[in-house]
């Protein structure tokens, strides 16, 4: 939808399927919306910035994560916690929204594309769920990166020597993200991170306590 036109895209043939990054639309009457861990999320974001020269490269992540909550980096459609918020509180629960988790596609992909399927009443055949999880694979998008990307009207301005497709992962966080970081992230949106199933550090850090102070 970012690069057709709206008088196009109005006389193609219904049902129509698009993708973008908006904000709550009452346009949209059917929604698929697929959701990540934030902390996740603040990565790729770091990660792309550079890649469109928003931020200079090895910025300090621990910088960047206050300003990307702000919505500094994404004005017109807020931050994260904006976005989400303003799907859950218009659509959740209706018949015509459905909420994905991105680490969920991850680790049963034939269980959630079935789950596409039956909510765009189309049959959940094991056999074309099969092939479009082959043909969206990571490593096929970065094939498709390198001969691709400078076609595409996401990347075709950006640094190339920065891959669009990275890691393709979930719980990178744990590991990147300083400690002060996490904890800045929770203290604002943890309540948000638990109602959509993600664990915060801080009950983690509590479970191995309780865990380690019952062995004693």
């Not at 698009?18 to 709550?24: A, D, G, I, N, Y």
């Amino acid at each position: 939808m970012y690069k057709t036109a709206d008088w196009v895209l109005r006389r193609r043939p219904r049902p129509r399927v698009l993708k973008s990054h908006e904000s709550f639309d009452a346009r949209y009457r059917r929604i698929i919306y697929i959701v990540r861990d934030p902390r996740d999320v603040a990565i790729s974001n770091y990660h792309w910035e550079m890649k469109l020269r928003s931020i200079p490269e090895g910025s300090p992540i621990e910088e960047f994560v206050p300003r990307w909550m702000d919505g500094e980096f994404w004005r017109r459609i807020g931050s994260w916690a904006d976005h989400v918020n303003s799907w859950l509180a218009t659509r959740q629960g209706h018949d015509s929204f459905l909420l994905m988790r991105y680490e969920d596609l991850q680790s049963n992909q034939q269980r959630e594309l079935a789950r596409v399927a039956k909510f765009m009443g189309l049959n959940p055949d094991l056999e074309r769920i099969s092939q479009a999880i082959e043909r969206s694979s990571a490593a096929n998008m970065r094939k498709m990166e390198e001969t691709q990307g400078k076609k595409w009207v996401a990347t075709f301005h950006t640094r190339s020597d920065k891959p669009f497709v990275r890691k393709a992962s979930s719980g990178g966080w744990r590991a990147i993200l300083p400690e002060t970081t996490v904890r800045y992230m929770e203290a604002h949106w943890g309540p948000l991170i638990k109602q959509l199933g993600y664990t915060l550090s801080t009950e983690g850090e509590k479970e191995a306590s309780e865990i380690t102070h019952a062995s004693q």
